[in-house]
Each structure stands twice: as structure tokens, then as C-alpha cells.
């Protein structure tokens, strides 16, 4: 069995791998686990819920360090290796801030321990107004995989695997199987993508100052914030109607952003104020000081457009629209969670539309009415807390065979395996992320039948980079299009940079 190490243990590693590794440890899969994290941020025994009842991992508390170093400081990087010795560790998940994941991977990969890491692969403060820092999200990519590379030459079996859950949905599964379909039979590529994700976090003027956790105040947003999945996810779509002749190989992307100075126009100080007897009482600030205090800031909401080519044609166009003030269910002035990270009334809306020219439409949609966990009286119909729905539409004109209308539901949509059934949430799709992980590092799964090992991602942090770049480079008045290379192959990191400023 193997031992775990989390590096960070923050609300999302209680919620999702903490949990996960308790039920790897009952299979089987997993030995000793313990946390690292930083001082101030929790205790050093941490409890967390797993499936079989109330649990804690032992946490080592190290002293904060600045997220831009190049290499853990030494005082960090002895008291890593120290637990590494002490307690026999063989893996690493890193669930820290998304600033701090280049470190720590690099950290693990060197000492030939296997990764699971959370999205999105990194991120650098101020990389919605500042060109350079949005650059390093992508070369970043390039240096990390330059780094995998180098260890699996020394550690042939290492492991760097991304929990992008989207990959694991059946949902997504049976949309791409479709695509792959219509595109054997016609020789069609995805030719639109339309995608939606709204989580309903109603911040309040003062929370953008008081509350950092999944916050604004690092100059990057919602596009850092749940971003990576749809980034993540459009080009693993769009890759199943490649074909030889139509691969994509360059993006243009353009990006239009709401940022908090503009989110107090929409809803202000005074506004607040009427809508919630107790805000002036509670507020500290006046809404010049929340501008002028906010004005860095990163993004609430993001809609991007893509025009993704091949050979200097367009192949396919696409939005990813990115919303965290949308829909909510949040009524009270004090949030029930301090964080704001999960609960506050935040419910999800997504859906995707994706077509292929005349010959097949896809719609996927999950549209939750509550996020608490509070039963709804039909789960599965929409505002459902299980609501999931794909619709497909088919040319059966053109192709008798065909059938012309399928629609896909939370129970046509559950699948299962050998080792668990995976049902369509996204929670059963994290843990199907992490029981791949553990399955491999068992011997139990082959590196090609990884999901998402780290060498795939590399289209998701171009679209990352490029959504950032163009909020970037409109904010110094620079061009608003991003131009980037879209191929799946690496690059090295002087080449991309060169081409970025080259965009510029």
C-alpha cells in the first residue's frame, strides 16, 4: 500500500480527497496518510467526514512562504523531506493555493514521488492585468512537463495525474463517444462549442475585501477559480472529431470581463444597504474606498470567445462563459461557511452546446435549485439536486440509421465498472479521479489507460493563459486577441514566450 501525503488541507482536500483516501485506505489501496500546511491555516490534527463516519489526518505546520520562489525555501523543503522519511511517503496530492502548485510538484517530482493534483495547474497573482504574468500560466505547463519528463527518465513508473473530474462524468464520456461517432461516419469535426457555468457566489462589497479564500483580491478570478474545467474539457471534446487534415494547431481568443469595481456598479453600497438591514452596521467602507481598494482585482465573471483553426482555417468557434454572479440562493448577511467556498446558497449551472455541423447536436445541462445538500422534492428533474441531462439530436434525414432524438438522463447516464459505480455528479466524478490515481500507483491501471495524466493538459493551459493574456492586454490597451499555438505537442518554454510576445 502506499502512503499520502496532502500538501494543503484547506476546505476542498477535506471535502474531496481526504474523504477519498479514507475510502482507498478500506480497499486497500492506500496506507498512512498526513497533511502539510501552513501556520495560521488550521490545527495539526485536521477532522474531516468520511463515508464511514468522522475522521482526522495528523498535520505538519510549516511557515508561510512567498508564492513566487523559484524552489521551497530550505527551512520548508527539510521539513518535507523529513516527513517523506519518516512516514515511508510514495505519493503527494497538492491541493493548495493554485499559486503554489509549480513548487510543490516540482518538489515531489524530484524525489520521485507521484502527484495528483488539483486544478488549475498554476496560476501567478496579477495575471489578469499584467501580460507577463498571464504568459507564465502557459511556459509554466511547458517547464512542469519538462520536469516530468526528466523524472520518469530517473522514476520510469512516477505518476502526475490532474483531477479535472469532467473527464470522469458519464455524461462527457457518452458526449464524446457521440462526436467520435458522427465523425467516423461523416468526416466532421466539432464545428461550435457553446459552454455556461454559473455557481451563484453573491459576495458582498465588503466580503471582496474581508474574504480572500476563492476570492479577487490576487488580481485572477472565477477564470482561476472553476475556469480549468471548462478549459479543461472543451479541447477533450473538441479532440474526438479530429481527423487527419483537421487537427487544430492555433486558437484566437478574446475575452470580456466583469471585475469587482464593475460588480459594485451592478449592485453597490447603498444597494446592499436596502437589501440588508444589517449592512451599514456591519461595513467598514465607503464605496470609493471598495474601488479604489478593488481595482486590481481579478475577474467575477468572464465570457470568452474562441476560434480554434487548422491550417489558418476556422474550424470550430466557441465561448466559455464563466459566471460567479449569477443565480444564488444566499439570503442572510452573516454566510453560514466563513470561506464562502462551498454552501452560502451557491448552486451550479452548466451546460454545453455543441454542434457538428448538419449532422448532430449535443446539449448537456445541470441545473441545480439548491447546493446545501437539502432534498428537493424530484432530485432528478431540473433545480433537482440530481439534474443531468444530455440531449441528442441526430441528421436521420441524411442517415436513416440514425435515430433522430435520444434523451440522456441521471439514470441512463450511470455507468459502472469493476471497481465502482460512477454515477453523473461531479462528486462521484472526483472520486473516480482519485481511485484512478490509486489504481495505478496498485498496479492495477497501465499509463495508457490514464484519463488525465499531466502530458494531456496541455490545450486546457493554453486556454487558460490566452483567456488571461487578452483580459491582460486589454487592460494596457494592447490588442484584445490572444494568438496561440493550439498543437498538442510541447513546446519549449522560450518558444511559447517568444510567440506570446510576438502576439502582443
Known sequence: MNNFLVVGVGPHA???????????????????????????????????DADDGPRSVPVTLIEPFDSRVPALPEAVRRALDAIVERRGI???????????????????????????????????????????????????????????????????QIM???????????????????????????????????????????????????????GFDQGHGKAAHSGYHFFDIVPWLLQAGETNGKHLDTVDIHAHASRPTDFLAQLGVQDHERLFPGFAARNPYTEGELRAATRLFGEVDAFISMA???????????????????????GSLTPAHASLYKGNGRVRHESHI?????????????????????????????????????????NSAFHPGWIKYASLNFGTLTASSDSQVALPTQESSRRRATWEFLEYLAGRRTR??????????????????????????QWIGASPVSQLDFRTTPESAPAVRTRMEAAR
Open 14 to 48: 477535506r471535502r474531496s480527497h481526504l474523504p477519498a483516501l479514507a475510502a482507498g485506505q478500506s480497499a486497500g489501496l492506500v496506507g498512512t496518510v498526513c497533511g502539510v500546511d501552513l501556520l495560521g491555516a488550521t490545527d495539526v490534527l485536521v477532522p474531516y
Open 90 to 156: 510514495d505519493a503527494v496530492v497538492v491541493s493548495t493555493e493554485p499559486a503554489y502548485h509549480m513548487v510543490y510538484v516540482r518538489w515531489a517530482l524530484e524525489r520521485g514521488l507521484s502527484v495528483l493534483l488539483d486544478k488549475p495547474l498554476t496560476v501567478h497573482a496579477g495575471c489578469s492585468v499584467n501580460p507577463e504574468k498571464a504568459e507564465a500560466i502557459l511556459t509554466d505547463f511547458d517547464v512542469l512537463l519538462e520536469c516530468y519528463s526528466k523524472a520518469r527518465r530517473r522514476f520510469p
Open 160 to 214: 502526475v495525474s490532474v483531477q479535472s473530474q469532467r473527464r470522469y462524468h458519464p455524461a462527457f464520456w457518452r458526449m464524446r463517444q457521440c462526436i467520435a461517432e458522427v465523425t467516423a461516419e461523416t468526416n466532421c469535426p466539432v464545428t461550435s462549442v457553446t459552454s455556461f457555468h454559473s455557481d451563484g457566489q453573491w459576495r458582498l462589497p465588503d466580503e471582496l475585501l474581508d474574504i480572500s479564500y476563492h
Open 308 to 330: 480554434y483553426k487548422s491550417s489558418g482555417r476556422t474550424m470550430a468557434l466557441g465561448t466559455i462563459n464563466l459566471v460567479h454572479n449569477g443565480f444564488s440562493q444566499r
Open 354 to 394: 455543441i454542434m457538428q455541423g448538419p449532422f448532430q447536436a449535443l446539449h448537456f445541462h445541470s441545473l441545480q435549485t439548491l447546493h446545501d445538500g437539502t432534498p428537493s422534492t424530484d432530485p432528478y428533474a431540473p433545480g433537482g439536486e440530481r439534474h443531468v441531462q444530455v440531449h441528442v439530436f441526430r
Open 448 to 473: 495508457d489507460a490514464m484519463f488525465s495524466e499531466l502530458t494531456s493538459h496541455r490545450r486546457g493551459a493554453t486556454l487558460m493563459a490566452g483567456a488571461y493574456l487578452s483580459m491582460a492586454q
